[in-house]
């Protein structure tokens, strides 16, 4: 018997190797790198030159825009999607794969496709020109216009991610027994107020997961951004790979990162405090 | 308070008949039983009245109100779920608030009722909690309280205290018979147990394969079942079914002859007896019939013997003071009014007494 207790921490033990080589090790790293200098000093200069740079407001303007439409838009919409799906019986699996479709196609690749169609000779010229709306090719994707890019970066990031909350959404409603809305049901409740009053609650350890998980990957957008908008419309995430590339700094590169995983913390910490089920606060 | 009636109810899950044209009254103020082994549509009827299912044919009418077309919502129908489906999310307070909230009741008419409910099931005490922090047996309290509570014209019940341990179940059928008897609902209670549906009901629906086989009071069901079906479910052990030759108007078994109460075309007939109107002796007596023991089961208040009578295997009752051991020989006296004869192709019983 007593040979078997470190057994468990032997088979645990290679994904905890793992995570401390891949993950762990390269955060204090990149933590590290943010606050000295190439000579090993401490300091605050990375800080301090990113926040003075041109660019600095306007990333951090926009990942946090881009984050506070999107992450709710796709979060109502997924949830509409879940509950039509679990209204469906015939079919059902159908409407599942087609709609988990965008979540086996890269960012960069669903960056692409949105490109194709806003660029200057692009569907969507050629088809408002097809119905005589435009004389001639109209110029979307322009340092002139960033809410244009804006508008195509939430269209890109709709299409391509809402799959992952769906499918969250989907596996938390079909944990539901059945039988608290059929209770709801006989007590008097109308279809809207099943929703509000016994599906959306119970539904709560699942749309916090998937705010949790889309905010933080909303945080990080990078590739569909590059692809269509270039540093037209700058983000924290592109911004750290233009100081890490182009200015050859990982410093402040590095001091990009460590907003980025501030702002994510800050965000998953008041998603766990104000989403935080009644049964766990009165247990 | 209303009745409930349903006509000619028919259901088909796929393949699956379901319920093949029920048809069941239940009186003002009555508690009706549905009982019968799974699978045999009880839950599934319930579930139509309840709106919750929608028969293929037939009407249900609660009251004087046809109520086929309504959602459940619109019934005034409270129900017990088997689950309890207590929301976990909610106060055992606003858990039996519920009905009362979504028919905007008024704050005064909640709290007062929520407080009966509470009262009656004995869970004052537990109105601020929720349901994570209680036991099975309360949730189930909570459950019936938020049935209570709205004061629904009629009462549905699906399997209640199928989840509860033994000694918790049967604690809660008396409470639930003394509850119901006083606040007077009309109450529709499925289960599979005999021995609750025997203690709980006034009038017992048997259920099998979709159809009702028998309705009628416990001991009338009890007693007189309607076919082999019925005796053999209720009554544990079940009704014994002896096949026995007919000779003109009498049947007879070995040296003992009973007269028929209606004359009999086949061969043989089916005897019903149970157990316990087998009146055992260890030496000859008048109108008794030999047979073997085999084996012998002291199980507390009763000796359970089986014996074998030709190639039949028969079951009785003795008290436990009994002096009896496996091969011995008795000699069986049939209570001659506890009889039941029925045919032995359809099984059904010959006549009704």
């Known amino acids: 018997m007593r040979s078997e207790r470190y057994i468990p921490y032997l088979l645990i033990l290679p994904s905890v190797v793992f995570l401390l080589f891949l993950f762990a090790w390269p955060l204090l790293e990149a933590l590290l790198l943010s606050v000295r200098d190439s000579g090993g000093q401490w300091t605050l200069e990375n800080f301090r030159r990113m926040a003075a740079d041109l660019y600095f407001p306007d990333a951090l303007k926009y990942t946090l825009l881009l984050t506070l439409v999107i992450v709710p838009l796709q979060v109502v919409m997924a949830l509409g999607m879940a509950l039509l799906l679990g209204g469906i019986s015939r079919g059902r699996d159908l409407f599942l794969y087609v709609w988990t479709i965008p979540l086996g196609i890269s960012d960069l690749a669903a960056g692409i496709v949105w490109l194709s169609i806003f660029t200057e000779r692009g569907y969507l010229n050629s088809f408002l020109q097809g119905i005589g709306l435009i004389q001639q090719p109209q110029l979307w994707l322009s340092y002139e216009t960033p809410w244009m890019i804006f508008v195509a970066v939430v269209a890109a990031e709709v299409w391509r991610a809402t799959a992952i909350v769906f499918v969250i959404l989907v596996a938390g409603l079909q944990l539901i027994p059945k039988e608290y809305s059929e209770a709801a049901e006989v007590f008097g409740a109308t279809p809207w107020q099943r929703f509000w009053k016994v599906t959306l609650p119970l539904l709560m350890p699942s749309l916090q997961v998937a705010l949790i998980l889309r905010t933080i990957l909303a945080l990080e957008v990078f590739a569909v951004v590059v692809a269509l908008g270039g540093r037209n419309l700058p983000v924290l995430a592109g911004e750290a790979y233009y100081w890490y590339n182009a200015y050859q700094n990982p410093g402040v590169a590095a001091a990009y990162a460590v907003i980025i995983l501030g702002i994510s913390v800050v965000a998953t910490l008041l998603y766990l405090r104000l989403m935080r089920s009644k049964q766990e606060g009165a247990a | 308070?209303?009745?409930?009636?349903?006509?000619?109810?028919?259901?088909?899950?796929?393949?699956?008949?379901?319920?093949?044209?029920?048809?069941?009254?239940?009186?003002?103020?009555?508690?009706?039983?549905?009982?019968?082994?799974?699978?045999?549509?009880?839950?599934?009827?319930?579930?139509?009245?309840?709106?919750?299912?929608?028969?293929?044919?037939?009407?249900?009418?609660?009251?004087?109100?046809?109520?086929?077309?309504?959602?459940?919502?619109?019934?005034?129908?409270?129900?017990?779920?088997?689950?309890?489906?207590?929301?976990?999310?909610?106060?055992?307070?606003?858990?039996?608030?519920?009905?009362?909230?979504?028919?905007?009741?008024?704050?005064?008419?909640?709290?007062?009722?929520?407080?009966?409910?509470?009262?009656?099931?004995?869970?004052?005490?537990?109105?601020?909690?929720?349901?994570?922090?209680?036991?099975?047996?309360?949730?189930?309290?909570?459950?019936?309280?938020?049935?209570?509570?709205?004061?629904?014209?009629?009462?549905?019940?699906?399997?209640?205290?199928?989840?509860?341990?033994?000694?918790?179940?049967?604690?809660?059928?008396?409470?639930?018979?003394?509850?119901?008897?006083?606040?007077?609902?009309?109450?529709?209670?499925?289960?599979?147990?005999?021995?609750?549906?025997?203690?709980?009901?006034?009038?017992?629906?048997?259920?099998?394969?979709?159809?009702?086989?028998?309705?009628?009071?416990?001991?009338?069901?009890?007693?007189?079942?309607?076919?082999?079906?019925?005796?053999?479910?209720?009554?544990?052990?079940?009704?014994?079914?002896?096949?026995?030759?007919?000779?003109?108007?009498?049947?007879?078994?070995?040296?003992?002859?009973?007269?028929?109460?209606?004359?009999?075309?086949?061969p043989e007939v089916l005897l019903g007896v149970r157990p316990e109107d087998l009146e055992a002796h260890t030496v000859q007596q008048p109108q008794t019939f030999p047979a073997e023991v085999l084996v012998v089961e002291p199980l507390g208040p009763h000796l359970l013997l089986t014996l074998s009578f030709g190639k039949q295997h028969i079951k009785a009752t003795v008290p436990p003071n009994f002096e009896v051991r496996a091969g011995q020989t008795l000699w069986l006296r049939p209570q001659p009014d506890r009889l039941r004869w029925l045919d032995p192709s359809s099984g059904q019983a010959l006549m009704m007494r």
């Not at chain 2, 393949?15 to 039983?33: C, I, N, W, Y």
């Not at chain 2, 606003?94 to 929520?114: D, T, W």
Request: net charge neutral.
């Open chain 2, 1 to 266: 308070m209303a009745s409930i009636r349903v006509e000619n109810i028919e259901k088909t899950f796929g393949k699956f008949k379901a319920l093949s044209g029920v048809s069941l009254e239940v009186r003002d103020q009555e508690f009706v039983v549905l009982l019968g082994p799974s699978g045999c549509g009880k839950t599934t009827l319930l579930r139509i009245i309840a709106g919750l299912e929608q028969a293929d044919k037939g009407r249900v009418w609660i009251g004087d109100r046809d109520v086929t077309e309504l959602p459940p919502r619109a019934r005034k129908i409270a129900m017990v779920f088997q689950n309890y489906a207590v929301f976990p999310h909610l106060t055992v307070f606003e858990n039996i608030a519920f009905g009362l909230r979504m028919q905007k009741a008024s704050p005064e008419k909640l709290k007062a009722n929520v407080e009966r409910a509470a009262a009656l099931m004995h869970i004052e005490n537990l109105l601020e909690r929720y349901p994570a922090q209680l036991s099975g047996g309360q949730r189930q309290r909570v459950a019936v309280a938020r049935a209570l509570a709205v004061e629904p014209e009629v009462l549905l019940m699906d399997e209640p205290l199928s989840n509860l341990d033994a000694l918790l179940r049967l604690e809660m059928r008396a409470e639930l018979k003394r509850l119901l008897a006083e606040s007077r609902t009309t109450t529709l209670y499925v289960t599979h147990d005999q021995v609750e549906a025997m203690s709980l009901a006034d009038r017992i629906a048997v259920m099998n394969a979709g159809r009702v086989v028998q309705y009628d009071q416990p001991m009338k069901v009890y007693q007189e079942p309607a076919n082999t079906f019925v005796g053999g479910f209720i009554g544990s052990p079940p009704m014994n079914f002896l096949r026995l030759p007919v000779e003109g108007r009498q049947a007879k078994i070995e040296s003992l002859t009973l007269d028929l109460p209606t004359p009999v075309s086949g």
